[in-house]
């Protein structure tokens, strides 16, 4: 019961953390942050949850299919044709193999590789953040696994578990950073499947951008119309607008998000993102 608490408490987590790095990522050309648009812990769950696509499934169910067959070895050797199972013993006696047979050769080595790997970076040299994260999830976990029933081993490897945690969180989270950016940067060069808005206002309003116009009408309560403006979020009565421009423009620093809330005075219409006026 312990353990299905640990992995549900961390899976929640890693969840929640991979949405709010997500959104962080996917918000940063627009100068926001998550926590400007007072998400839940739920939303951000939903978003790290839509981050997993079909191609993951195979290699998550592979995990627990590997496990049973390693501890139902014994049950499953005698059908493994002869030839095979002669192949396997001469490869699992040589030396080498032997070596990485013992979880503990295999940890220290996975260990000190990411050491190494840390050092370099260190020094300058370029070292993939995945690359060196990867050993350092699994290699201090190896390392103390055959020791865990002792105090000091349980204690080690409480350490082994707590930093691979820390590990996994933060390899997800790059991810899902990734992911977010991707993201934005599709936005902006598909902006135009973005959705219309057409800003009515009583009075003039300081939406300085390239590419928003504005239409003055003799009579009505709104005598102003702004145009050139696309949908990015919606937040409870907040709507959080962008300027139509091209990608380069973007990358320029010309572009800004303009934050409005339907009031007297203002009225937001939403049009097709393909429609034009």
């Given at each position: 019961m312990g353990l299905i608490t640990l992995l549900v408490a961390t899976g929640a987590a890693i969840l929640i953390y991979m949405g709010w790095a997500y959104?962080?990522?996917y918000l940063q050309p627009f100068s926001l942050r998550p926590t400007d648009l007072n998400y839940r812990p739920d939303e951000y769950a939903l978003y790290g949850l839509n981050l997993f696509s079909p191609t993951f499934l195979p290699w998550m169910a592979a995990v627990p299919l590997a496990l049973v067959m390693l501890t139902r070895r014994a049950a499953l050797l005698p059908s493994v044709p002869a030839r095979l199972r002669a192949i396997g013993g001469a490869i699992r006696s040589h030396?080498?193999?032997?070596l990485l047979g013992s979880a503990v050769a295999v940890g220290a080595i996975i260990t000190i590789t990411a050491m190494v790997l840390a050092i370099a970076a260190l020094t300058g040299r370029p070292v993939s953040t995945y690359l060196l994260l990867a050993p350092v999830i699994v290699g201090p976990l190896l390392l103390t696994w055959s020791t865990r029933g002792t105090p000091l081993g349980r204690l080690a490897f409480a350490v082994a578990a707590a930093v691979s945690i820390?590990?996994?969180?933060?390899?997800?989270?790059?991810?899902?950073?990734?992911?977010?950016?991707?993201?934005?940067?599709?936005?902006?060069e598909k902006l135009s499947d973005r959705p219309q808005v057409a800003l009515y206002s009583a009075d003039t309003l300081a939406v300085n951008a390239p590419g928003v116009t504005r239409e003055s009408f003799g009579q009505g309560a709104y005598k102003f119309r702004?145009?050139?403006?696309?949908?990015?979020?919606?937040?409870?009565?907040?709507?959080?607008?962008?300027?139509?421009?091209?990608?380069?423009?973007?990358?320029?620093?010309?572009?800004?998000?303009?934050?409005?809330?339907?009031?007297?005075?203002?009225?937001?219409?939403?049009?097709?993102?393909?429609?034009?006026?």
């Amino acid at each position: 019961m312990g353990l299905i608490t640990l992995l549900v408490a961390t899976g929640a987590a890693i969840l929640i953390y991979m949405g709010w790095a997500y959104l962080d990522g996917y918000l940063q050309p627009f100068s926001l942050r998550p926590t400007d648009l007072n998400y839940r812990p739920d939303e951000y769950a939903l978003y790290g949850l839509n981050l997993f696509s079909p191609t993951f499934l195979p290699w998550m169910a592979a995990v627990p299919l590997a496990l049973v067959m390693l501890t139902r070895r014994a049950a499953l050797l005698p059908s493994v044709p002869a030839r095979l199972r002669a192949i396997g013993g001469a490869i699992r006696s040589h030396p080498v193999i032997r070596l990485l047979g013992s979880a503990v050769a295999v940890g220290a080595i996975i260990t000190i590789t990411a050491m190494v790997l840390a050092i370099a970076a260190l020094t300058g040299r370029p070292v993939s953040t995945y690359l060196l994260l990867a050993p350092v999830i699994v290699g201090p976990l190896l390392l103390t696994w055959s020791t865990r029933g002792t105090p000091l081993g349980r204690l080690a490897f409480a350490v082994a578990a707590a930093v691979s945690i820390f590990c996994l969180l933060w390899a997800a989270s790059l991810y899902a950073l990734q992911q977010g950016r991707h993201s934005a940067r599709e936005l902006v060069e598909k902006l135009s499947d973005r959705p219309q808005v057409a800003l009515y206002s009583a009075d003039t309003l300081a939406v300085n951008a390239p590419g928003v116009t504005r239409e003055s009408f003799g009579q009505g309560a709104y005598k102003f119309r702004y145009l050139g403006l696309r949908l990015l979020i919606i937040r409870g009565e907040t709507y959080y607008l962008i300027p139509e421009i091209a990608p380069a423009q973007w990358t320029a620093g010309y572009g800004r998000t303009f934050v409005f809330k339907e009031e007297d005075d203002i009225r937001l219409e939403i049009l097709p993102g393909t429609r034009r006026g």
